[in-house]
């Protein structure tokens, strides 16, 4: 138990379908991050949320959709996806720059939301 | 640039065998330094990290990291590897959460 929750694991859907992964931390940490690993490639940064505000866009297509509501909960909302998009979603979090102490930053990482697009 | 190399993609050791995997990097300043483990259709879990004092640190799992400037490395140590070590191993730098992670070694071990 990483104290990082996704739901839902496994998620089969359509190239028309639209669905949403979840991802809920209980660490009390202030940045959020999406992940995609796909095989044979290494860990892809999709997006970064730091208190909230996203911070990164790593060139991601407009098909994935994030959204952070609150320090504790990130959600990435996926449109119209293609077969090429089949990954593995992770979801991880860390504290960073808490007043002014800086921090090591490591992530924790969720067990991921293996998707697979028809 | 920075970034990590981890050379070897795939590595097998008897049950037993000690176990070394190697990690370089390239990093402008002094890095924050880490290793995780995936288990198969699983996430990352910290094995450990190295930010300061001393060079050698340890871990979970029995797994112990040294730290060497002159060599831009960090590779990462276990005496004797059990079955259940079996796993992809990532070796990553950065800090403030901006990790950089390398491609992985792939860990069998054979009885």
């Known amino acids: 138990e990483t104290g990082v929750t996704q739901t839902p694991r496994h998620l089969v859907m359509g190239m028309t379908n639209k669905k949403s992964l979840k991802c809920e931390q209980h660490?009390?940490?202030?940045?959020m991050y999406w992940y995609k690993q796909s095989a044979k490639k290494p860990l892809e940064l999709m997006f970064v949320?730091?208190?909230?505000?996203?911070?990164e866009n790593n060139s991601v297509p407009s098909r994935f959709s994030p959204e952070c509501p609150n320090s504790s909960h990130l959600f990435l909302h996926l449109h119209t996806l293609q077969p090429e998009d089949s990954a593995l979603y992770l979801c991880?979090?860390?504290?960073?720059?808490?007043?002014?102490?800086?921090?090591?930053?490591?992530?924790?990482f969720g067990e991921g939301s293996r998707l697979t697009v028809l | 640039a920075q970034s990590v190399t981890q050379p070897d993609i795939h590595i097998t050791v008897s049950e037993g065998a000690s176990l070394e995997l190697r990690c370089n990097y390239s990093?402008?300043?002094?890095?924050?330094l880490f290793w995780y483990v995936q288990s198969p259709g699983q996430g990352l879990q910290l094995l450990l990290k190295?930010?300061?004092?001393?060079?050698l640190v340890q871990g979970i799992k029995g797994f112990e990291a040294e730290f060497k400037r002159s060599q831009s490395s960090f590779n990462l140590r276990k005496p004797s590897v059990h079955w259940s070590d079996a796993a992809e191993y990532f070796c990553?730098?950065?800090?403030?959460?901006?990790?950089?992670f390398g491609k992985g070694t792939k860990l069998s071990v054979k009885p």
């Open positions: 991880a979090s860390s504290q960073v720059w808490k007043r002014k102490i800086l921090n090591t930053g490591e992530l924790f």
């Open positions: 660490l009390g940490h202030n940045a």
């Open positions: 949320y730091n208190f909230k505000e996203q911070t």
């Open positions: 990093y402008g300043a002094t890095p924050y």
């Open positions: 190295y930010f300061s004092g001393d060079t």
């Open positions: 990553a730098v950065g800090s403030q959460g901006n990790l950089i």
